[in-house]
């Protein structure tokens, strides 16, 4: 049987030197994937003489459709298929639609109360402004060898199609909706500026590739 390179998504962080936190890789492959490049609209009027100015870029979004069973997991005797079905492989794509979890909170709670017991911070008549510590979740969608993409997940919907005894989830179908997000100049996300730099890559080597099919067709298509 040929090997079926399959489609995920990977949560990360700046980089890969550590652990990756969060993995879903699709089951089946989604049949088919749809996409959307939103141009935003040209200038009119005094402003239609820079129409051919390059202005906000265009943003691709991609909508798909996975399925996720715990059939052949249950069949093996898995035991978290057993006692939580197809739960974790959800709870998983969930975590990646959510701002960080709980523990960075915490953890942001116990540094400020350290600081504040040592003196550094500030006065109490200080102006003060909260600074939100949690961060929606870096991803990549990884979708064939010329496509991987920093997203975010615009949209998630779960459709939970088949329970076990405890009513846990064993059979569920997932709409993803995902917007590329490329990385600012001044950003640190190294991953998201090599996918995006490798994606693009890719895309520029195809369509020179074509330039082979359209000469082809060319000279088809002259008479003489």
Wanted: with cysteine.
């Amino acid at each position: 049987m040929a090997y079926l390179l399959r489609g995920a998504l990977i949560e990360y962080g700046t980089d890969f030197l550590g652990p990756i936190p969060n993995v879903v890789i699709f089951q089946f492959n989604p049949e088919s994937l749809t996409r959307n490049i939103e141009i935003p609209p040209r200038p009119v009027g005094g402003k239609a003489r820079e129409t051919s100015s390059a202005g906000t870029p265009p943003v691709e979004k991609f909508t798909v459709k996975a399925q996720f069973t715990a059939a052949d997991q249950l069949n093996r005797g898995n035991i978290l298929a057993r006692t939580m079905g197809i739960g974790p492989q959800l709870a998983a794509l969930e975590k990646m639609a959510r701002p960080s979890g709980k523990l960075m909170g915490l953890l942001g709670a116990a540094v400020d109360a350290i600081g504040d017991a040592l003196g550094l911070g500030g006065a109490a008549s200080d102006p003060t402004q909260p600074i939100p510590r949690e961060k929606y979740p870096r991803i990549l969608f990884i979708w064939g060898l010329a496509r991987v993409l920093p997203v975010v997940i615009e949209s998630l919907s779960i459709n939970e199609q088949q329970y076990d005894a405890l009513l846990n989830p064993v059979q569920a179908e997932v709409s993803i909706g995902l917007a590329v997000s490329p990385p600012g100049s001044c950003s640190d996300d190294t991953i998201a500026k090599g996918a995006m730099e490798y994606s693009d890559i890719a895309k520029e080597a195809m369509a020179m590739l074509n330039l082979a099919n359209t000469a082809e067709l060319a000279v088809e298509l002259i008479p003489f």
